[in-house]
């Protein structure tokens, strides 16, 4: 791994406010050609809002980004994105092929009649992610594992210079988890691309992330896992005192602010699921 | 005796709107049902009542009326592109308040009842040639806008979040279906009437999508339920005294319920 690489995604200053609420300031960072930042912390705390920036679909308060060398909003067209699973509608009109499709030129006007290059490119995009036997199946009738397969696939099928997933893994298992996990390492590692990934849990990432930017209440931390997800420095990132406790491999973090009374959500916060 | 109307000119003429609106309410339909709209179509529908009643009291063209109103409503219902529960209470709230409006106009309006009653149930057999000619270029329209459109109408319908994330506009896409939808409801209401919009927007596209997954046959098919229903209905009408909506919304219905039993795929 050289020094070398090219920097895909330039940070720097960025400022998140909404009217009087500060949730991150002076936030910069390059992201190189393959590699894998893992973007934690508890909800509210302005990752979706980060991946919107990276998108161009929100402008920061302050500061700049660059997403290959270019505004984000003119750099678009170069970015994949694996959102969120959300279960399809059964009776979807979308088969597994169309959904793909989709990511290839969806976003083009008109019929976009049948082109050999483009069904070859679908294609091949289904196979690299093991999906090409839900080419014709109706998307609302796959399960949630199956349904992020082609979520990557889609990403994928226009070749991006950059992947954004924000909580890709939600409401699926164990299985799929790392399913999906393993198949955007892989295409990082022989294609390049890097990848920012939103998770609440960071333990399907903890094997792959190089990077982990930990974002906390008006704060944020960044730096190799095993620098970030420690009690000293997220004791500061919260401002009181939380414990990183490793159990069987796994990492959980107790006594965040957000950790206390009884109804609260349990992946609010690195790894506690 | 059958045989003898089919030779009108006048069966010629329902026959020819029937198809014009069927085609263009089988294709908008797809975008509104994968929208879970549904609801919208039905408010769009009951403006458009409010707008031809309005323009009856002032005494102007009521299908111009119509198309005001179902534009009106469908222009906001795009810009807010509101989703789940607190899109159906605004659809509900603004339905309620337009159809008391139309309320209002129809006990102000002097003229023939028969012109309130053709806009609740439709009358396709009193359709003129020049309501034709107008049905048609509003039809061309419609369909060069679902076709110029086609890709990132079908995108931000189906998947939004992915859709904005690649550039395409969603909201701006939100406005041109509800405005799409508007004019076909515009449509649609001469041919079945306010109240039985559905029959033709909704139920032939949500029939269709128990049938096949893939979009583009989606819409063909539902625009053949549409057609069948329609000319079907127009015809079962000349033979028994029965409304024409009511055989156009039976037959559709049919299809709807054939489509849910099937026990096999396309
Ligand atoms: N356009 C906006 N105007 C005002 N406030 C906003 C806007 N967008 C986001 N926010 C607020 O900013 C905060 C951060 O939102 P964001 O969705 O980025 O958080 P998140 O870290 O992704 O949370 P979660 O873990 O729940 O997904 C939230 O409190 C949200 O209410
Ligand atoms: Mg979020």
Known sequence: ?273 | MFTELLGQHFVHTALLAGAVVAVVSGAIGTFVVTRGASFAVHAVSELGFTGAAGALVLGVDPVAGMIAGSLLVGGVLGLLSLRGRERDSAIGAVLAFGLGVGVLFLSLYQGYATEATNLLFGSIVGVSDRQLAVLAVVAVIVVAGIAAAYRPLLFSSIDPEVAEARGVPVRALSVLTFLLLALTTAEAIQVVGVLLVLTLVITPAAAAQRLTANPATAILLSIVIALVATEGGILLSLQQPWPTSFFISAISFAAYLGARMRPWSL
């Open chain 1, 1 to 273: 791994m050289s020094g070398e690489r090219r920097a895909v995604v330039e940070a720097r200053g960025l400022r998140l406010q909404f009217g009087e609420r500060l949730l991150w300031d002076d936030l910069g960072f390059d992201l190189r050609e393959g590699e894998f930042l893992a973007v934690l912390g508890p909800n509210g705390t302005g990752k979706t809002s980060l991946v919107r920036i990276l998108l161009g679909l929100l402008t920061p308060s302050a500061g700049s980004v660059l997403v290959s060398g270019r505004e984000p909003r003119l750099a678009r067209a170069r970015v994949g994105c694996v959102p969120q699973q959300h279960a399809f509608d059964p009776d979807t009109p979308l088969r597994g092929c169309d959904l793909v499709r989709l990511g290839l030129d969806g976003h083009r006007w008109g019929l976009g009649l049948r082109s050999r290059g483009a069904d070859e490119r679908v294609r091949r995009a289904l196979v690299d992610v093991g999906a090409a036997g839900y080419r014709d199946v109706p998307v609302g009738r796959l399960s949630g594992g199956e349904q992020q397969r082609l979520r990557i696939a889609q990403a994928l099928v226009s070749d991006p210079a950059l992947l954004l997933a924000d909580e890709p893994l939600l409401s699926l298992d164990l299985a799929s988890q790392r399913t999906v996990v393993d198949l955007l390492d892989r295409r990082r590692r022989e294609a390049g691309t890097p990848v920012v990934f939103v998770t609440h849990d960071v333990n399907p990432i903890l094997r792959v992330a190089d990077r982990v930017l930990y974002l906390g209440p008006g704060r944020w931390a960044m730096g190799a896992p095993a620098d970030v997800l420690t009690t000293e420095s997220l004791s500061r990132l919260y401002d009181t005192p939380v414990d990183v406790l490793q159990v069987r491999g796994r990492i959980v973090v107790v006594g965040t602010p957000d950790d206390e009374g009884v109804h609260h959500h349990d992946h609010a916060h690195a790894g506690s699921h």
